[in-house]
């Protein structure tokens, strides 16, 4: 699809055609990255396009079916992180490994990690005042990612890898990081850099692999202007699909939940939007963008720093999943494990909401009981052959029980994370179809979606966050999956 | 079932087994009763089979606050310690107070742990191993401060528990008229109820159950504080089986309750299992210590067996549960 990448020099790293399956699913399917001494090359794909994989082989965490990896030169095949880490490959991820428990110098020990270029790489980061005996668990987050840096660093790998490196970093840091990492190319090491951040790639990345499907579609050289061929190589051919969606505005008034300034730590800031009844709002964010949290919130699990919500104009504080539930907001979490009892049948797991209260707890009128699930069995058209055990369900089949089960007790305002994550095209639409007829009652449903192409076909409206905050909103009949990614990527969008 | 015709059977008796674990301890019973007349002819007559009865009973109604525990994942090794200060009070103050109120009274400090239990449980997610453990140990330390305050003002047994205890109907213990009715409840609230839907929820997912509103802590409070109840109840039985009372005297029957909820099919990691189970449990306990008996097993030989078995029977369930 893209000319031959440039001829770069002697490569340290290099991956040519990398598969890997997990049982029929194909996470990648030919995925190639190649640097060469001296180069920082991004690593980019939209979520779901392969990168995390890719990263888990390079680093032995997987192993690869077929393709090679070679480092310099030599074949590799890595039975273990630790295997990859003697050949010269280090990793630094999101969530730092160190143990909160011990402190500097122990967990130094561990790693047998030089003392002398570790001090030497946190002075040069500019992280200052640091002692030996400090705790890790008392240390900031930020302190903490550049201490998992300099550990590597000390290591002095021939190819480093960062995974967003500068998500948690002030901007003094993060300059700090980049200039570092430059100076490792220029001393004739390799970086891999994975990250969302469109300006620090433009900074210190020679060129950008794009990974979409699981297959390598490009590998270009960073120019100004490389940003928009970068979002094209992500998205791919795909054309934007009819909207379904009519652009009805929905009825203005009061909002059935309204959020304003809802900040919490370094997650969310100042987050603020509206949603009405009879709409579906679409929520669009890359990986660890805040979402979660938002959510989290939203569902009474975890409490905000600040900011207020409201239900139909009422203020609310939620300390625990009951109230948010006695509001209208009910939540359909990301992780379907989280919300079934798996071992227990499809009925049990769709009454369960009706008991939660103690004066629910007598005799169950079981009649009453078996017409209701069946309504809401009906209506969502789960597949009930094995619903004996929800364990025993299609992934499709056990979304729809856990929206099943706030459909069966009536919906206002439904909170969906990332509702169509791993099903089936069909269920997809059937999912898509439900929010528009629950919205059509007159219900309200949040959705976050890490799939962009689905935002014109469920949705009304859409936000996107990027970096706690956010950054656009947009009519459905807008929202093109360029639009949200640009946005999403903290692009300036017109909006 | 890509192996064919010849595994399909197999397959489908597993199932069987595993859907339906009754069957399979039906025939176990059976089976030992079967080898018990072998072994030794002409034993099994109404009186055997009405004293395996009464001695079954209280080993069934104590394994209740295991079984209903485990739905939630948890377990309650303080319901003999529970049971023992119910019988030893009720009988150390009905002489004071007569037999209603005695009986009455004596249930005070039954709910008193079981809301200490489902404190620690519910609201300082203590594990409930540790947490019933802790509490059944501090309860028998108060029961021998209280029994050096009472000593000399002797003790008696109500009639009405003596009639429960020893009498029979026809050759049938007089225990079944109590049992019947509490193992038709036991079965309703796990079955009929939304208190007995959430333990299954709670032992399943506890998170889910978090999701779908319920304020756990509730959950557990009841649920520990109707475990202690039942076991107070399990004590005032068996101070009228046994017509006296000491300060361990339904401790032997502890171990026994665990190991009859989980022959019985509870899993300890919650979420599934019957009291119907736990009832043929209880019951194939009972006989296989009859058994061992006759057999005229020395005790380290009949503790050796009855750890076997436990543990025979539990990696039966888990092969079981863990495939197809």
């Given at each position: 699809m893209q000319p031959n990448p440039p001829k770069t020099p002697r490569a340290i790293l290099d991956a040519q055609g990398v598969t890997k399956s997990f049982g029929a699913v194909q996470a990648l399917r030919g995925a190639s990255l190649r640097v060469g001494a001296g180069e920082i090359v991004a690593l980019m794909g939209a979520n779901g396009a392969g990168k995390s994989t890719l990263v888990k082989i390079l680093t032995g965490a997987l192993r690869h079916d077929a393709g090679t990896?070679?480092?310099?030169?030599?074949?590799?095949?890595?039975?273990?992180?630790?295997?990859?880490?003697?050949?010269?490959?280090?990793?630094?991820?999101?969530?730092?490994?160190?143990?909160?428990?011990?402190?500097v110098g122990q967990n130094l020990r561990l790693g047998a990690t030089p003392v002398a270029p570790f001090r030497h790489w946190v002075d040069a980061l500019g992280v200052t005042g640091l002692r030996m005996d400090d705790a890790i668990g008392h240390l900031p987050l930020a302190t903490l990612r550049i201490l998992d840096l300099a550990r590597a660093l000390a290591m002095e790998p021939d190819v480093l890898m960062l995974d967003e490196m500068t998500a948690a970093l002030p901007t003094d840091l993060v300059d700090n990081v980049l200039r570092v990492m430059r100076g490792q190319a220029d001393a004739g090491r390799a970086v891999i850099y994975i990250s969302h951040r469109f300006p620090e790639i433009a900074r210190i990345c020679d060129r950008?692999?794009?990974?979409?499907?699981?297959?390598?579609?490009?590998?270009?050289?960073?120019?100004?202007?490389?940003?928009?061929?970068?979002?094209?190589?992500?998205?791919?051919?795909?054309?934007?699909?009819?909207?379904?969606?009519?652009?009805?505005?929905?009825?203005?008034?009061?909002a059935r939940l309204s959020v304003a300034g809802l900040s919490l730590g370094s997650k969310l800031a100042e987050v603020s939007f509206d949603l009405h009844a009879g709409e579906v709002l679409g929520v669009v964010a890359l990986e660890g963008q805040g979402q979660d949290e938002l959510f989290e919130v939203?569902?009474?699990?975890?409490?905000?720093?600040?900011?207020?919500?409201?239900?139909?104009?009422?203020?609310?504080?939620?300390?625990?999943?009951?109230?948010a539930i006695a509001a209208g907001l009910t939540f359909v979490p990301g992780n379907r494990a989280d919300a079934l009892a798996m071992g227990r049948s499809v009925r049990e797991n769709i009454a369960l909401p009706g008991f939660a209260a103690p004066r629910r707890w007598g005799p169950i009128a079981m009649q009453a009981e078996?017409?209701?699930?069946?309504?809401?069995?009906?209506?969502?058209?789960?597949?009930?052959?094995?619903?004996?055990?929800?364990?025993?369900?299609?992934?499709?089949?056990?979304?729809?029980?856990?929206?099943?089960?706030?459909?069966?007790?009536?919906?206002?305002?439904?909170?969906?994370?990332?509702p169509t994550r791993g099903i089936d095209v069909r269920t997809k639409r059937q999912i898509y179809e439900l929010c528009r007829d629950l919205a059509a009652q007159g219900a309200a449903v949040l959705y976050y979606t890490s799939e962009l192409a689905e935002v014109p076909q469920a949705c009304d409206r859409a936000i996107v966050i990027f970096g706690g905050r956010v950054v656009a909103e947009m009519p459905a009949a807008e929202a093109t999956e360029a639009a949200l990614l640009r946005a999403a990527y903290g692009l300036a969008v017109a909006t | 079932m890509t192996t064919g015709t010849v595994q399909a059977p197999f397959a489908r008796i597993g199932r069987l087994l595993r859907d339906y674990p009754i069957i399979a301890l039906l025939v176990l019973l059976v089976a030992l009763i079967v080898l018990l007349q072998i072994l030794n002819p002409g034993i099994i007559n109404q009186r055997w089979i009405g004293n395996t009865i009464k001695f079954a009973i209280p080993l069934a109604m104590l394994a209740a606050c295991q079984t209903f525990t485990m739905y939630t994942g948890g377990i309650d090794l303080s319901a003999a310690a529970v049971a023992t200060i119910t019988a030893f009070?009720?009988?150390?103050?009905?002489?004071?107070?007569?037999?209603?109120?005695?009986?009455?009274?004596?249930?005070?400090?039954?709910?008193?742990?079981g809301l200490l239990n489902g404190f620690g449980v519910g609201i300082c997610r203590v594990h409930p191993l540790i947490m019933t453990?802790?509490?059944?140990?501090?309860?028998?330390?108060?029961?021998?401060?209280?029994?050096?305050?009472?000593?000399?003002?002797?003790?008696?047994?109500?009639?009405?528990l003596e009639w429960l205890g020893t009498g029979r109907t026809f050759w049938l213990p007089n225990g079944l008229w109590l049992f019947v009715p509490f193992a038709a409840l036991m079965l309703f609230i796990q079955r009929r109820t939304?208190?007995?839907?959430?333990?299954?929820?709670?032992?399943?997912?506890?998170?889910?159950?978090?999701?779908?509103?319920?304020?756990?802590?509730?959950?557990?409070?009841?649920?520990?504080t109707l475990s202690a109840l039942i076991a107070g109840l399990t004590g005032l039985l068996y101070a009228g089986i046994i017509r006296t009372t000491s300060l361990s005297l339904v401790e032997p029957l502890l171990l026994p309750s665990v190991a009859a909820a989980v022959i019985g099919?509870?899993?300890?990691?919650?979420g599934r299992g019957s009291y119907a189970g736990t009832i043929v449990g209880a019951l194939i306990l009972t006989v296989l210590g009859t058994l061992l008996t006759l057999l005229q097993m020395p005790e380290g030989g009949r503790q050796i067996i009855f750890g076997g078995i436990i543990l025979a029977v539990t990696a039966i369930y888990m092969r079981l549960t863990e495939t197809g």
């Open positions: 990896i070679t480092i310099k030169d030599r074949p590799v095949r890595f039975a273990s992180p630790a295997a990859a880490r003697r050949a010269g490959l280090v990793p630094v991820y999101q969530e730092p490994a160190l143990i909160p428990d011990l402190d950008a692999t794009v990974l979409r499907d699981g297959v390598t579609v490009g590998d270009l050289p960073i120019v100004p202007g490389v940003e928009e061929e970068v979002v094209e190589l992500m998205l791919g051919q795909r054309m934007t699909p009819a909207v379904a969606a009519t652009g009805r505005s929905a009825a203005k008034g009061t939203l569902a009474g699990f975890r409490r905000a720093g600040s900011g207020r919500i409201s239900v139909d104009g009422t203020p609310v504080a939620f300390r625990h999943p009951a109230d078996a017409t209701r699930i069946g309504a809401a069995i009906d209506r969502l058209q789960i597949d009930t052959r094995a619903q004996g055990e929800v364990r025993r369900l299609s992934g499709g089949n056990q979304q729809k029980v856990t929206i099943g089960r706030w459909i069966a007790h009536g919906v206002q305002t439904l909170l969906l994370f990332d | 009070v009720m009988a150390t103050q009905v002489p004071h107070l007569g037999d209603a109120a005695g009986i009455a009274l004596a249930l005070v400090p039954a709910v008193l742990i453990l802790g509490s059944g140990l501090i309860g028998i330390g108060c029961l021998q401060v209280y029994q050096r305050s009472t000593i000399a003002t002797g003790s008696a047994i109500p009639p009405v939304g208190f007995g839907r959430l333990l299954y929820a709670v032992g399943a997912n506890e998170g889910a159950a978090r999701l779908s509103g319920l304020r756990t802590w509730q959950l557990y409070f009841a649920l520990y099919g509870t899993s300890i990691f919650g």
